[in-house]
């Protein structure tokens, strides 16, 4: 079975930029999280979606947005890109609205110049 | 401040030696999760911890639950090289909803 799919693997931007990236969940799993992590940092939580609804936002600005599709795939946009946003982007799946049993992806590499 | 404290940062260990990584907050965790990263990858859940007391065994890996779940340990008995990698904890918070809060994490280093 596949797991949890991103894409894509590695991105260069420039600042103000726009990014998408996007994440196929695990079949099955109805919920998408989305974590960015910074070099020498955990996990942090950005947005969690449910059935289409969003169900949590972490401490991020409105530059960064998403959004959960039919399929329960999921895209992450962030606008007007900082240095600042130059991280390890993590999506995560679970069969339920839960924080727990969280399956995650490899991840998608953003490096803003 | 951090919600969530591990220590230590970083351990670098010779192959056959035990350790200890630690995990602890001021505020009391509803549940809480051990994660494995390798560079490139993104973490793999090992356990979750619900009661407090609790005490889970995965194979040479142990985990513990602080009795007033507000910290957490995981030892690793004779380390392999296997074993190198960002250890994560992850606690859920009553008053977060469904936030996973993470640790910086303990980079792991076992050399043969």
């Known amino acids: 079975d596949a797991g949890v799919t991103q894409s894509p693997t590695h991105l260069i931007k420039t600042r103000g930029q726009h990014v998408t990236l996007r994440c196929s969940p695990i079949s099955g799993h109805k919920s998408v999280s989305w974590y960015q992590q ?7 939580f950005i947005f969690q979606y449910y059935e289409k609804e969003e169900r949590g936002r972490g401490n991020f600005p409105d530059r960064f ?3 959960q599709f039919p399929n329960y795939s999921s895209e992450l946009n962030v606008n007007a890109l900082l240095l600042g946003d ?8 679970s069969f339920e609205d839960s924080r727990e049993k969280l399956f995650f992806g490899s991840g998608t590499q953003l490096s803003v110049l | 401040t951090q919600l969530l404290e591990q220590s230590p940062q970083f351990l670098s260990i010779q ?8 995990c602890n907050s001021s505020s009391v965790f509803s549940s809480l999760q051990w994660y494995r990263q390798e560079p490139g990858e993104g973490p ?4 979750t911890v619900v009661t407090g007391g609790e005490v889970k065994k995965l194979k040479r890996l142990t985990f513990q639950f602080g009795d007033a779940r507000k910290d957490s340990s995981l030892h ?5 090289t296997g074993d190198t990698g960002l250890y994560l904890c992850a606690g859920g918070f009553m008053e977060y909803g469904n936030k996973l809060v993470f640790g910086a994490g303990t980079i792991l280093r076992v050399k043969s």
Do not use: H, M
């Not at chain 1, 130059?86 to 799946?93: K, V």
């Not at chain 2, 690793?76 to 392999?80: D, E, L, N, R, V």
């Open chain 1, 86 to 93: 130059s991280a390890l982007y993590l999506c995560a799946s």
């Open chain 1, 38 to 44: 910074v070099l020498g940092q955990g996990p942090q």
């Open chain 2, 76 to 80: 690793i008995t004779a380390a392999q």
């Open chain 2, 15 to 22: 192959e056959g030696e035990n350790l200890t990584v630690y």
């Open chain 2, 44 to 47: 793999v859940l090992l356990v």
């Open chain 1, 65 to 67: 947005s998403a959004r």
